[in-house]
Nanobody, 129 residues
């Protein structure tokens, strides 16, 4: 359906900042809602942030609200996750994922893994001093 290639992970100290990128190819990019999820060792993959295809609506898990910003550039087929004031508990493999649900369905289901049909390869984010 759509290929998602991720970049931008790495090691950062607590309180630092990092930006993740998700580049898409395939179908018209603006047709896809994009979510970011993360998975730490021994834990389930959890929702982090999401953005609708047109970029008008953005959603965040409570623990990252005010620290993370999701943004998309449909002209470049890219979605970004800007992360600041990073904490050790943010350490995880981060995945972007695409969903083609309509916005009125997506606005109540954006945090569910089951609505995403295509996933990026994941990128490691490590927050440590």
């Amino acid at each position: 359906q759509v290929r998602l290639d991720q970049s931008g992970g790495g090691l950062v100290q607590p309180g630092g900042s990092l930006t993740l990128s998700c580049a898409a190819s395939g179908r018209t990019f603006s047709a896809y809602n994009i979510g970011w999820f993360r998975q730490a060792p021994g834990k389930e993959r959890e929702f982090v942030a999401a953005i609708t295809g047109n970029g008008n609506d953005r959603y965040y898990e409570y623990s990252v609200k005010g620290r993370f910003v999701i943004l998309r550039d449909n002209g470049e087929n890219e979605v970004y996750l800007h992360m600041k004031n990073l904490k050790p508990e943010d350490t995880a493999v981060y995945y972007c994922a695409a969903s083609d649900l309509g916005s009125r369905s997506y606005d109540t289901r954006y945090s569910l893994r089951s609505v995403y049909t295509d996933w990026g390869q994941g990128t490691q984010v490590t927050v440590s001093s």
